[in-house]
């Protein structure tokens, strides 16, 4: 093998690579076995909010050495393969900014009655509708307006040089346009800072591009109000005159007095006696310190905090610096009452929101505020400020303009007058944004701020201004919330999952490859490996629909050595020896391998761009699984059976087992004879499923309906349909209520208020559930889902979606489908130069999508109904790119024969293509098919629709690369085949 040594040097690369990467994972996990530990009391219930409070305690701490290198916690979060949401429990929420809001500031409020009621219909038009807010504002502005110009709204003094009389309706809406995007991006920065500080270990916050929305995930949060209020504040922007160091230095001296004498009195480090005693004398350890004294025991290492007296750090020329990750020290000494006291009562400390790079150091600087604390207002609010953008000072340098109205105007120019070579500090949501220096008294509410700013942290800060004059509040309109106990037991299904498609998997080719089989394990092994290391330097989280993706790898990872192993089997029939035929089956097979990869690389990348949510998490571990897949199952392999085959011919190395032997090989069927026997039936049970589909209707999930839904477990086993019985006078009959995986654990589903997003309707919806279940069966909800009584019920999960984000997800779902089939169609019209194998093609993978819906109605029929969401999308993709790899197989065998094809007619050359390759078909289909049923079994409830459809998928994939694809292809190439057959004639006729 030539470049064997490539070979080894990238497996060797990549694996250390993977090493590094997978070991923060290690380590993360055993701190977080240390927090639990930390947080169970004597009977071993977990105290949630402590366990998150120990996590955030190290947050900045360094807790990991690696070759002299230390790692914070945060650093370490950061470069884990973490666990998605449905894996560990916590909230995920999309948020979307109100335009309404937006309109109503530019329009300085106005109460002009034409413009108020085209506001509340195109409010209401908005809930069912996902065309633009300002295309539905503007449409109902014109029919109850009569023909009146916009600018006879926004013409406003805050408006002035940017809106005039003058201005027509299509420049007005651009700038609407701008000032919602603004808005947008304004928010996303917003939310960001806050989720920063929320204190929930790798947060996770998004802009769904092409929307207005925000989606963002925090794992392990157990106070969904707390988010909710939190994520959906309105941004509150002040300006601050700041206290300069010289100001209170008397003060801070006097602190580092008091915090040097305790540190010469008190051990930094506990012993494990001195701690038994405080915890015999009911004094609770500090959390960072239990943590670096078990860090500590453990490793010999120390990683305490170095630092001890607050004040003694760098300081600046203007103020207090610290590396970021002394922050949570320092705010905890800021916190004790001692300390408080020494310090003056009119100045409170704030953090700046940016670090600056130091070397290898990040520093944020801690700001004295002047502050008064019986009014606790400051000097101004952002509800001044009419306007702020991005500008260029004298020196061509970013800068931001910011105006401000006559109110503002006024008082800015009394505190600039006041503060001339002094600071004012521009805070929002309680951190520094700026604290530029006054130069002069400022007598206009025109000013300009300056700095070292880069144009992006201009346009920020210009942004963060705006939040004042433009207040853009977020609604939630989509939220699910996963219980820890609900996100273990969806782990431990998905392991068990991978470790029994794995072990099946491993015996089946074992069986029917001898040491062959050893080798492709030993490349299915690697690509897990892969995959997972891959993830975590990606700082990807590994979801339960990941974990089906490494499921379904696993089975069709195995489809490349399948082809190379029968391709050697196949050159070892016609004579050639061990060597030689090894040879041919990689160079025969490889075009095959590299163009069904291409293929279902091609759909995972168009569910990654198109999909959201689960279907995301899916689709990157679909295409790292075929990227790796192919370098170990085409190389590594090649590696590993050179090294196996040292000795030449005489090697003892065999692709067949005696039970396999000559299996399958000498195959003679005609199977295009049957095409339209096949057509008719295909025909037959489409039309049957899709009648029955269009009769009963499918069962569509809340992620293409709206609504809400709530996983609820009880103590013992519930009859959903009681419960719903009972449930039906509460929501007007709009609800459903199934077993969800065990006949103790109910899904309860409503479209009860689905237009309605606010916090009223939430508590409304969920407190008729809680109710309806206290009426039913007499029982009491509870929080506590680990310990329930017979006596108790519990929430453990729960979803919302609104509406317009319903048809969003099925108009991206649409989309997906149809840029997969149009990127396949191109694929193979560039790789088979003919466009009959192209429409082939997509006839069957349009054939396979029917037929998978089909199937869904029919099984529906028959009592076993599986909902059509997300995930069912992303499994018919997966069905897509599965079939289309079984027809690229035969169409490559095809073009081979063709190339070769002598005096045969095109009939013959396309059923012999169908026999050579059909062994290779029906061992990569029972291989998938192994793991897919694994999926089905112990997938869990989650992933049952998925599964289901995927079996049913592999199945008919397999079936439409022969009797579909291949049959419709020679029907389309009738002329050819008729004038080979002419051409086959004429030589005969002349002979006679």
């Known amino acids: 093998m030539r470049n064997k040594g490539v070979v080894v040097f990238l497996t060797l690369i990549i694996t250390a690579l993977c090493l590094y990467y997978l070991s923060f994972t290690f380590v993360s996990n055993n701190i977080n076995q240390k927090a639990v530990e930390f947080a169970t009391d004597e009977v071993g219930n977990v105290d949630y909010s402590r366990r998150q409070a120990y996590l955030d305690s190290i947050y900045r701490e360094p807790v990991y050495s690696f070759l002299g290198a230390k790692f914070t916690y945060k650093e370490i979060k950061e470069t884990e393969l973490g666990l998605g949401l449905d894996l560990q429990g916590g909230m995920h929420v999309t948020l979307e900014v109100s335009p309404v809001e937006i309109l109503k500031g530019l329009s300085g409020n106005s109460k002009d009655a034409a413009f108020n009621t085209a506001l509340d219909r195109a409010t209401e038009a908005a809930k069912t509708s996902n065309e633009k807010f300002v295309n539905l504002f503007y449409s109902q502005w014109q029919q109850a307006a009569s023909n009146r110009r916009l600018s006879e709204i926004f013409a406003t003094a805050a408006n002035r040089g940017r809106i005039s009389l003058d201005t027509s309706d299509s420049d007005i809406l651009g700038i609407i346009d701008d000032e919602i995007e603004n808005a947008i991006e304004r928010s996303f920065n917003i939310l960001r800072t806050r989720v920063d500080r929320f204190g929930t270990s790798q947060p996770n916050i998004q802009r769904i591009q092409g929307s207005g929305r925000i989606q963002i995930e925090l794992p392990g949060v157990d106070n969904p109000e707390r988010v909710r209020n939190l994520l959906q504040g309105v941004a509150k922007l002040q300006f601050w005159e700041v206290a300069e160091i010289n100001e209170y230095l008397s003060e801070l001296e006097a602190v580092n007095s008091l915090l040097v004498a305790e540190q010469k009195s008190t051990p930094s480090t506990p012993s494990s006696d001195d701690q038994e005693e405080g915890e015999e004398s009911g004094e609770e350890e500090d959390l960072a310190s239990a943590l670096e004294r078990q860090l500590a025991e453990e490793s010999g290492e120390d990683f305490s905090s170095e630092i001890s007296p607050i004040f003694s750090l760098t300081r600046s020329n203007q103020g207090l610096v610290y590396e970021v990750r002394d922050t949570v020290t320092i705010n905890r000494l800021l916190a004790r009452e001692d300390v408080k006291s020494l310090l003056p009562r009119n100045v409170k400390f704030l953090w700046s929101v940016k670090p600056i790079a130091e070397g290898n150091m990040e520093l944020l600087e801690l700001f004295g505020i002047k502050y008064n604390r019986a009014s606790d207002q400051a000097l101004l609010e952002g509800d001044v400020i009419t306007d702020a953008r991005q500008t260029l000072d004298q020196s061509s340098r970013p800068a931001v303009s910011m105006q401000m109205n006559a109110d503002g105007a006024r008082r800015w120019r009394k505190l600039t007058s006041e503060n001339i070579g002094k600071r004012i500090a521009v805070v929002l949501d309680d951190y520094v944004y700026t604290a530029p220096v006054v130069q002069s008294e400022i007598p206009s509410g025109q000013s300009e701020i300056t700095g070292n700013f880069t144009i992006d942290e201009a346009k920020d800060l210009a942004n963060i201004l705006k939040s004042g004059s433009l207040p853009a509040p977020t609604r939630i309109v989509e939220e699910a919330i996963i219980g820890p106990t609900l996100g273990k037991e969806a782990l431990n299904q998905g392991l068990i999952s991978m470790v029994a498609g794995l072990a099946l998997v491993v015996l089946f080719i074992v069986a029917y490859y001898a040491k062959g089989g050893l080798v492709a394990i030993a490349a299915l092994v690697f690509n897990i490996f892969f995959i997972l290391g891959i993830l975590a330097q990606l700082g990807a989280a590994l979801t339960l629909p990941g974990i089906a993706g490494i499921v379904l790898t696993i089975g069709m990872s195995i489809d490349a050595n399948v082809l190379i192993f029968e391709r050697i089997k196949e050159e070892l029939r016609n004579g050639a020896g061990l060597l030689v035929a090894i040879n041919q089956g990689y160079n025969k097979a490889f075009s095959a391998i590299l163009d069904s990869n291409v293929t279902t690389f091609l759909t995972g990348a168009i569910l990654y761009s198109l999909g959201q949510g689960p279907v995301k998490g899916f689709a990157i571990v679909l295409m790292i699984g075929i990227a790796s897949s192919f370098f170990s199952a085409v190389f590594i392999t090649r590696v590993i059976v050179s090294w196996m085959t040292a ?333 080979d057959s002419a051409s086959q004639a004429a030589p005969a006729k002349k002979t006679a």
Do not use: C
């Open 647 to 979: 000795k030449g011919d005489k090697s003892k190395i065999s692709f067949d087992t005696p039970i396999a032997k000559n299996v399958l090989s000498e195959l003679n069927i005609d199977f295009l004879s049957k095409r339209k026997v096949a057509y008719l039936i295909s025909t037959a049970i489409i039309v049957v499923g899709m009648a029955i589909a269009a009769i009963n209707g499918l069962k569509f999930g809340v992620d293409f309906t709206g609504g809400r839904s709530y996983i609820v477990e009880f103590a013992e086993p519930v009859s959903a349909s009681e419960l719903k019985i009972g449930l039906d006078s509460e929501f007007d009959g709009s609800v459903e209520v199934k077993t969800y995986g065990a006949n103790n654990i109910l899904k309860v589903t409503t479209s009860y208020l689905i237009n309605e997003d606010d916090d009223a309707s939430n508590t409304e919806v969920e407190t008729k559930v809680r109710e309806g279940i206290a009426s039913v069966l007499g029982l009491t909800f509870t929080t506590d889902a680990e310990n329930l009584q017979e006596s108790q019920y519990a929430i453990t999960g729960s979803s919302k979606v609104g509406a317009t984000v319903a048809d969003d997800i099925k108009n991206s779902s649409a989309s997906a489908m149809f840029f997969a089939l149009v990127a396949i169609f191109l694929y193979i019209l560039l790789r088979f130069r003919k466009w009959q194998f192209s429409l082939g093609s997509i006839i069957a993978l349009v054939h396979d999508v029917f037929f998978v819906i089909a199937a869904f109605a029919i099984a529906s029929a028959l009592g076993a109904t599986f909902e059509i969401d997300q995930v069912f999308i992303a499994a018919v993709l997966t069905v897509v790119g599965y079939s289309i790899n079984d027809t690229v197989i035969v169409f490559d065998r095809i073009r081979e024969n063709i190339s070769n094809r002598g005096t045969s007619k095109l009939v013959k050359m396309f059923n012999d293509a169908i026999n050579q390759t059909m062994a290779r078909t029906l061992i990569t289909s029972a291989t998938t098919l192994i793991v897919v049923l694994v999926l089905l079994i112990f997938g869990g409830e989650v992933l049952r629709g998925f599964s289901f459809a995927l079996l049913i998928g592999v199945l008919v994939g397999t079936y439409s690369s022969i009797y579909i694809a291949t049959p419709i292809v020679v029907d389309l190439m009738k002329r050819e085949l008729e004038s």
